[in-house]
């Protein structure tokens, strides 16, 4: 095995959960020993979707949340000093939007101070190359490109030239675990959107909004989302495409093996290609 990180980048819709997942059974099938995570889980190397506070924060929420107890705790990692819930995914038959609302103001996301973000990460980062398994392949979705690049452009509106170097800064610190990146190019993005919008509808709107709708809502909220018009379907429409573009630049610039594979929604072809990609 040459490499120790498989990052899985595409913009939504291009199946990364699923080819993360498909692949984790294939190198296993092979007898490499496999961890994989997705976007929002308790995770090594990403704080979206997570709460980002201290001890005493962490048990304020708790007091708070009292009917919710048992699944904050489930769903709590610690690093050191630092305690991160992974929110959106506590499930409770009372429990609301208003309390997912609530929790999101706890993310190191939307952060006005971009130094406070960068210490976060790289505090984050050093963690997980002080604790990870040795001769393990991990394998990491949307979690490197994706999540980064949405602070960046949404909420301190970068341009292109100080993203990637942001970015080159960012995978340096895991460059001697040689990561190799996936990248799922999407050829026809309005179609993949709207496909996307019909699979993810919720199940109980009471509870849960549908993914089109707490995206929308999450361009708009950021702090240069309206100022860039990335405004309702058309804005993540328009964002989408300003993103695929320049994460094409990120990754001839971060000097790390990438593939990129174009999806034309033939799923298939896409993971029979993956598959005879030396890992």
């Known amino acids: 095995m040459k490499h120790q990180i498989l990052f899985i980048e595409g913009l939504p819709g291009s199946g990364k959960t699923t080819y993360a997942r498909k692949l984790k059974a294939h190198y296993e099938s092979k007898g490499i020993k496999v961890i994989q995570y997705s976007e929002g889980d308790l995770h090594p190397i990403s704080l979206a979707w997570c709460t980002y506070t201290d001890k005493e924060t962490y048990e304020a929420i708790i007091k708070k949340y009292p009917l919710f107890k048992d699944e904050i705790i489930k769903h709590t990692r610690i690093e050191d000093d630092v305690y991160m819930i992974a929110y959106t995914k506590i499930r409770h038959e009372k429990i609301t939007n208003a309390f997912y609302d609530d929790l999101k103001r706890y993310e190191i996301y939307r952060e006005d101070n971009l130094e406070t973000f960068k210490k976060a990460y790289q505090k984050k980062y050093t963690y997980f190359l002080n604790h990870h398994e040795e001769h393990v392949l991990y394998i990491f979705e949307c979690v490197f490109l994706q999540n980064h690049i ?24 895991l460059l001697d675990m040689n990561p190799m990146m996936f990248y799922i190019y999407q050829d026809h993005i309005e179609q993949t959107l709207d496909k996307t919008i019909e699979e993810r509808r919720t199940d109980d709107p009471s509870k849960y909004r549908d993914w089109i709708d707490e995206v929308v809502l999450y361009l708009e909220r950021t702090k240069f989302g309206k100022e860039l018009g990335f405004l309702g379907k058309e804005g993540m429409l328009a964002y989408e495409e300003y993103r695929q573009h320049i994460e094409q630049e990120i990754m001839k610039s971060i000097k790390i093996d990438y593939h990129v594979f174009h999806l034309d929604h033939d799923y298939d072809k896409v993971f029979e290609k993956m598959k005879s990609v030396n890992i």
Do not use: G, R, T
């Open 150 to 173: 949405n602070e960046l452009i949404l909420n301190q509106n970068m341009n292109p030239n100080e993203i990637i170097a942001y970015f080159v800064k960012l995978m340096s610190p």
